[in-house]
């Protein structure tokens, strides 16, 4: 089986934010590229023993390898000793998978209708 090449890079408008890509498709844009798209690759229906192989835009050296269920079973938690894997939860079915507002754009604001007193 020919490994799954994920190759991202840095998104120009948000450090720490990036696209990653397989056979120049883009899979996601996340803080966390390797998992996130190996997640959505699982949905996709390839194999979950198939190798994956991440490496940044340009470099020809990978800077990450897993089988690809193992990849899709972890997140990256932030602790006070610095990052560290667990075990990936699912978001609970009522959750909502809205993108974030960007700090630059007014908040939604209520418009008045006639003949109604605002609150």
């Known amino acids: ?3 799954i090449e994920i190759v991202i890079n840095e998104t120009p408008d948000r ?3 990036f696209e990653a890509r397989a056979d120049g498709r883009l899979l996601c ?11 959505v690759l699982m949905v996709e229906h390839a194999p979950p023993e198939a190798i ?3 490496r940044h835009d340009g470099a020809s050296v990978p800077a990450l390898t ?5 990849a899709a079973a972890l997140d990256v938690e ?4 610095g990052p560290k894997f667990r075990r990936h939860r699912k978001a609970a079915p009522t ?4 993108p974030p507002v960007r700090p630059n754009e007014p908040a939604a604001t209520m418009v008045a209708h006639p003949g109604r007193r605002a609150a």
Request: hydrophobic fraction near 50%; aromatic fraction near 6%; avoid cysteine.
């Open 1 to 3: 089986m020919t490994p």
């Open 78 to 81: 932030e602790t006070r000793f």
């Open 52 to 54: 994956v192989i991440m």
């Open 66 to 70: 897993a089988r690809l269920g193992a």
């Open 15 to 17: 450090r720490g934010v």
């Open 29 to 39: 844009r996340t803080s966390t590229p390797f998992l996130d798209a190996a997640r």
């Open 95 to 98: 959750a909502v998978n809205a």
